[in-house]
Nanobody
Framework: QVQLVESGGGLVQAGGSLRLSCAAS????????MGWYRQAPGKQRELVAA????????NYADSVKGRFTISRDNAKNTVYLQMNSLKPEDTAVYYC??????????WGQGTQVTVSS
């Protein structure tokens, strides 16, 4: 059974930084592409960053490009999201996921990121 545990969120002032972590279990992490998603109040969940299984290719939503960096450590079954130059519009609950888990309808509890102006 897939389990994803996100951590590292918090309250930060605009311009600040946070590093999110996501520990995965119940799947062969190293062969799965991973993504970070976010959902702001009243909005649909959106994909903000993705990384291939080997970590060689990354993609970002235009809204976070140049500010966020996704990375992974396959030895630790963990994916990270470094968020710099945070803006109030980055406020959301952040989730990590893999396509295999999304297809099963699974989502972790997420981690809240709040950016104050």
């Amino acid at each position: 059974q897939v389990q994803l545990v996100e951590s590292g969120g918090g309250l930060v002032q605009a311009g600040g930084s946070l590093r999110l972590s996501c520990a995965a279990s119940g799947m062969i992490f190293s062969i799965n592409d991973m993504g970070w998603y976010r959902q702001a109040p009243g909005k649909q969940r959106e994909l903000v960053a993705a990384i291939t299984s080997g970590g060689t290719t990354t993609n970002y939503a235009d809204s976070v490009k140049g500010r966020f960096t996704i990375s992974r450590d396959n030895a630790k079954n963990t994916v990270y999201l470094q968020m710099n130059s945070l803006k109030p519009e980055d406020t959301a609950v952040y989730y990590c996921n893999a396509p295999i888990a999304v297809a099963q309808g699974y989502w972790g509890q997420g981690t809240q990121v709040t950016v104050s102006s």
